[in-house]
């Protein structure tokens, strides 16, 4: 075999030819080409040599290696994977009519493989290189490929502009936003533990990244919105200027264990769990009395730093993991119904708890900025809060905090404050007599306030037991 290739046979020159007629092969014919290749070259120098200087990957397929060369992470199980949508796969390598996408073609050909199945609306699919092919991709890109990954990058910002129109508010406010020179930046550019996102986000918001490198705003795991500065260290953030003003952090107490209560009710309105509603509306006391932490942490003897940390690790980890964890068992040992909720959630999925509170938790941001960019307010996300301008804080926390309350049934602190948002009756009754000039239709401005505006009783009730995606703001 090695003399053949070395003498240069005519059927090895055939799969060697130059890349211009490569782009008008199908991708499944150099798929399969390749695999040929492949299997008369066993080592990977010798293959590699032979492919990359000539045209099986100088076309759609290898953009796609090439890639997953580039985008690859390393996961907790020790491999190197990447996320890849089927649409934005078919922009990096186009199919004719009847082909199969470029990934269904490179798993069937053995040498994608699915580490994790596409959950629609939640997250795409998430692939490896098989052990033969890890290595193999091209170096460098042509112009063709360069363009179809420019076509591929606009395609995935206008599908998230078109889905989320607040992603492009967002990104006109981090235009708007500098970051100046500070103790805290130098600092922080110091740091040899500065990890090369957060570095890119300093970069970013110092103007020195040109055009083409410049990320924009987008909705990732489940749906939560990522900003291009969202690794940006903390104590960054509250130096940064949006036009030319000083910044808030609105940021969510104890955001994750605050969606648990709609857990807990969904698992008895929707499983028939006896208890859940009870429980969550006992969660929910404790998180708005921010008894939560120290609860867990005199279980156990922890400090409320360690309890919350330890918390947050056990709900993400693994179901085992999470049974070992001293701040997990303080935590079912004050809420048992918990404990089933939690096993019955993550029995199938590791990862489906952490989804859930996620998602939960990206709903209430997204619609808080959907408000403020039909407002005009400028304002971006990061995770669990909200950064504005200062003179905009009180407005914005207030939207902030009403949504997650309607999704969650948690009237939570925001920015370390809590809005109250049920008035008194009088004053629910002046605001409704006001709206809607009671005074034509009635003789009388007393009476029962029950009767007048059955929707205040209903307010009132259902603060003790909210069913899931029922509204809790009345006035």
């Not at 009388?444 to 069913?467: F, Q």
Request: charged fraction near 30%.
């Amino acid at each position: 075999m090695m003399k053949n290739i070395k003498g240069g046979s005519s059927k090895v020159k055939g799969l060697l030819k130059g890349s211009s007629k490569q782009k008008a092969k199908s991708s499944p014919h150099i798929v399969g080409e390749l695999i040929k290749l492949r299997r008369r070259m066993t080592s990977k120098r010798q293959f590699s040599s032979h492919i990359s200087p000539r045209g099986w990957l100088d076309c759609g397929v290898g953009l796609v290696l090439w890639f997953f060369n580039e985008k690859k992470v390393k996961n907790p199980a020790g491999y190197w994977e990447i996320y890849l949508g089927s649409r934005f796969a078919e922009r990096l390598c186009p199919r004719k009519h009847g082909e199969e996408l470029i990934t269904a073609c490179l798993c069937n050909a053995g040498i994608f493989k699915v580490t994790r199945e596409a959950i629609p609306k939640v997250r795409p699919a998430y692939y490896t290189l098989t052990d033969d092919w890890i290595g193999i991709y091209p170096s460098t890109l042509n112009d063709w490929q360069r363009d179809r990954l420019k076509i591929a990058y606009q395609f995935a910002i206008d599908e998230q502009y078109k889905r989320r129109p607040w992603l492009r508010w967002i990104d006109e406010t981090l235009r708007q936003t500098t970051l100046p020179e500070s103790e805290e930046l130098q600092k922080a550019m110091r740091n040899p533990q500065t990890k090369p996102s957060a570095r890119y986000a300093v970069d970013f918001l110092r103007g020195y990244l040109p055009l083409y490198e410049r990320k924009s705003s987008k909705a990732k795991y489940c749906g939560t919105t990522y900003t291009p500065i969202h690794s940006c260290p903390k104590e960054l953030i509250r130096t940064l200027l949006i036009y030319g003003k000083e910044v808030a952090q609105l940021d969510i107490s104890a955001a994750h264990p605050s969606t648990l209560p709609r857990l807990f009710a969904e698992a008895e309105i929707k499983y028939g769990l006896a208890g859940g509603l009870k429980e969550g509306a006992r969660l929910r006391d404790d998180l708005e009395s921010d008894k939560l932490y120290e609860l867990i942490a005199e279980e156990f003897d922890l400090t409320r730093a360690e309890a919350k940390e330890k918390l947050l690790m056990a709900f993400n980890g693994e179901i085992k993991y999470a049974t070992n964890d001293p701040a997990y068992k303080a935590f079912v040992k004050i809420y048992p119904i918990g404990k089933q909720v939690i096993s019955m959630i993550k029995q199938s999925d590791k990862d489906r708890l952490n989804r859930k509170m996620a998602q939960i938790l990206g709903k209430a941001i997204d619609n808080a900025i959907q408000t403020c960019f039909e407002l005009a307010i400028p304002c971006f996300p990061r995770t669990d809060e909200i950064v504005c301008c200062k003179s905009n804080a009180k407005f914005v926390r207030e939207v902030l905090a009403a949504y997650f309350l309607e999704e969650t049934g948690v009237n939570a602190k925001v920015g370390k404050e809590r809005v109250s948002f049920i008035p008194s009756e009088e004053d629910v009754w002046e605001q409704f007599s006001t709206r809607y000039d009671l005074a034509k239709f009635t003789k009388s401005k007393t009476g029962r306030i029950e009767d007048d505006l059955p929707l205040w009783n209903c307010v009132k009730t259902i603060r003790r037991s909210k069913a899931p995606n029922t509204p809790l703001i009345a006035a």
